[in-house]
């Protein structure tokens, strides 16, 4: 079970696109002790899964229970009808509009190389 959860926490983390440093700095620990929980290598405590819960915007029985593959498949469609969609709506949507800054930034360089050099 708690190879399970961590596996979760990792998922999560990297659907958020937050970095181990990230979660580490947030949890006040260093990047070492946080890679050993995601590892299975550390237990988690229930109060260190409420601080993960709060840093991840969910709710802890929404990472305990969370499945990918509900996810990819269902579109958030079956999540939702079992009350799990607004946590993983915000997934999604906190995905999108980290990719939405992404493409805002490139774009940004693209027109600084332009100015620059001239057209590509």
Known sequence: MHSRINENIKTIRELKNYTQEYMALRLDMTQAVYSRIEKGSSRVS????????????????????????????SGFKSSEAAGQGSALSRLYNDKISLLEKL????DRELNRYKNKFGCL
């Open 103 to 106: 493409l805002e930034k490139t």
């Open 46 to 73: 229930f109060e260190k899964l409420e601080e993960i819960a709060a840093v991840f915007e969910m709710d802890v029985r929404n990472i305990i229970s969370f499945d990918i593959s509900d996810y990819l498949k």
